[in-house]
């Protein structure tokens, strides 16, 4: 049976393993650590999944800024990555955790964002479209980058999308 826990539940090491498992070791190249980079995980906004004390799943959020072209700063939640073991890969956990983010965030009234497919992350609220003229620090797909807007937000088309530094846990 898989349950969820706080991210302090399981070594960073274990964590990171897992990361290299389900993206590869050359995942911290890819634009999303560039987004992050200086941050630490929102610690209620992150979990690992494991199955009978092993871990088999884990998502991180992070804390981020949009910068608009009129220098207003928007703060926001980057969430991801949400990775699964391969050997536990189509069994719901990436869904569960999802889930149970999307639901902390509609209780905080908290908007997020992530890079990610949006046919899979539309259940979840995440929008394509609306944020695919954010610049972000390294290259890719606009309609990857998904917004899952607070009730009542208003988020520009343009700006710049970088690592909250001043909302850090560090």
């Given at each position: 049976?898989?349950?969820?826990?706080?991210l302090?539940?399981?070594?960073?090491?274990?964590?990171?393993?897992l990361?290299?498992?389900?993206?590869?070791?050359?995942?911290?190249?890819?634009?999303?650590?560039?987004?992050?980079?200086?941050t630490?995980?929102?610690a209620?906004?992150?979990?690992?999944?494991?199955?009978?004390?092993?871990?088999?799943?884990?998502?991180?959020?992070?804390?981020?800024?949009?910068?608009?072209?009129?220098?207003r700063?928007?703060?926001?939640?980057?969430?991801?990555?949400?990775?699964?073991?391969?050997?536990?890969?189509?069994?719901?956990?990436?869904?569960?955790?999802?889930r149970?983010?999307?639901?902390?965030?509609d209780?905080?009234?908290?908007?997020?964002?992530?890079?990610?497919?949006?046919?899979?992350?539309e259940?979840?609220?995440?929008?394509?479209?609306p944020?695919?003229?954010?610049?972000?620090?390294?290259?890719?797909?606009?309609?990857?980058?998904?917004l899952?807007?607070?009730?009542?937000?208003?988020?520009?088309?343009?700006?710049?999308?970088?690592?909250?530094?001043?909302?850090s846990?560090?």
């Amino acid at each position: 049976m898989t349950t969820l826990h706080p991210l302090s539940q399981v070594t960073p090491a274990a964590i990171e393993a897992l990361l290299d498992a389900a993206f590869g070791a050359d995942r911290h190249g890819r634009t999303a650590y560039a987004v992050r980079a200086g941050t630490e995980a929102v610690a209620d906004l992150s979990y690992v999944c494991l199955d009978n004390q092993k871990l088999v799943g884990s998502l991180q959020s992070w804390p981020v800024v949009l910068t608009t072209p009129d220098h207003r700063r928007m703060p926001l939640i980057m969430v991801g990555p949400v990775a699964v073991t391969p050997e536990h890969q189509s069994q719901g956990i990436g869904n569960q955790m999802t889930r149970v983010v999307a639901q902390r965030l509609d209780l905080a009234g908290v908007s997020a964002m992530m890079i990610g497919d949006p046919e899979y992350y539309e259940a979840f609220g995440f929008r394509s479209g609306p944020a695919s003229d954010w610049s972000l620090p390294g290259p890719v797909e606009p309609e990857r980058i998904l917004l899952r807007a607070a009730s009542g937000s208003q988020w520009p088309t343009e700006g710049e999308l970088g690592a909250d530094l001043l909302r850090s846990e560090d």
